[in-house]
């Protein structure tokens, strides 16, 4: 049972450019929620997709998108990259409409390093 | 609005002697609490969950943490500390009302030594 994949690994973006993250949830899981993982930081919630609508967001501007697939991947698009976006970006999916659990599994994550 | 407080950045223990890592959190809700473990240049791996169910909650490897509602905690303890046990970890939040967002502590860095 192939578990939460993340790619890239690691990626090296110029200030102003575009990045896309991209996400693969655990089999069976239908939710995918993103998080920012600041260098010495817990990791910040970014925002969270569900039958392909965003269904909750965290406190980050709108230069970070995202979109979820029919079959329930997802990306991260973040535009107008600033150095402060340097960071490790991770991807967690969950199962939706079970009663209370709200375990997320997390994939290995992706370096983002800003120049 | 929830969150979590991590009251130590940094722990220090012999192997072999016991863990106590140290959660107190704040919900407007019922809360679900969370114990991850983040090995170096590894993914998050969750240990426990706390969902409404028994205040003592065993986990993967040895570890446990009890809920304590009169004293919002939800401290991590460990009876005997192995080398890899060496990590981050991280104490979680997550409200009912919230539809599943995590909120994370800033993280206790445990350090076994010999």
């Known amino acids: 049972d192939a578990g939460v994949t993340q790619s890239p690994t690691h990626l090296i973006k110029t200030r102003g450019q575009q990045v896309t993250l991209r996400c693969s949830p655990k089999?069976?899981?239908?939710?995918v929620s993103w998080y920012q993982q600041a260098l010495g930081q817990g990791p910040q919630f970014i925002f969270q997709?569900?039958?392909?609508?965003?269904?909750q967001r965290g406190n980050f501007p709108d230069r970070f998108s995202g979109h979820q697939f029919p079959n329930y991947s997802s990306e991260l698009n973040v535009n107008a990259l600033l150095l402060g976006d340097s960071a490790l970006y991770l991807c967690?999916?969950?199962?939706?409409?079970?009663?209370?659990?709200?375990?997320?599994?997390f994939g290995p994550g992706t370096r983002l390093t800003v120049t | 609005a929830q969150s979590v407080t991590q009251l130590d950045s940094h722990v220090s223990v012999s192997e072999g002697t016991p863990v106590l890592l140290r959660c107190n959190y704040s919900?407007?809700?019922?809360?679900?609490l969370f114990w991850y473990v983040q090995h170096p240049n590894k993914g998050l791996q969750l240990l426990l969950k706390y969902t409404s169910a028994a205040t003592l909650v065993k986990g993967i490897n040895g570890f446990e943490a009890e809920f304590k509602k009169s004293e919002t905690s939800f401290h991590l303890t460990k009876p005997s500390a192995h080398m890899s046990d060496a990590a981050e970890y991280f104490c979680?939040?997550?409200?009912?009302?919230?539809?599943?967002?995590?909120?994370f502590g800033t993280g206790t860095r445990l350090q076994v030594t010999l």
């Open positions: 089999s069976g899981h239908d939710t």
């Open positions: 967690a999916s969950s199962q939706a409409g079970t009663l209370v659990t709200y375990e997320q599994y």
């Open positions: 919900s407007s809700y019922s809360p679900s």
């Open positions: 979680v939040v997550s409200d009912q009302g919230t539809a599943s967002k995590l909120t």
């Open positions: 997709y569900y039958e392909e609508e965003e269904r």
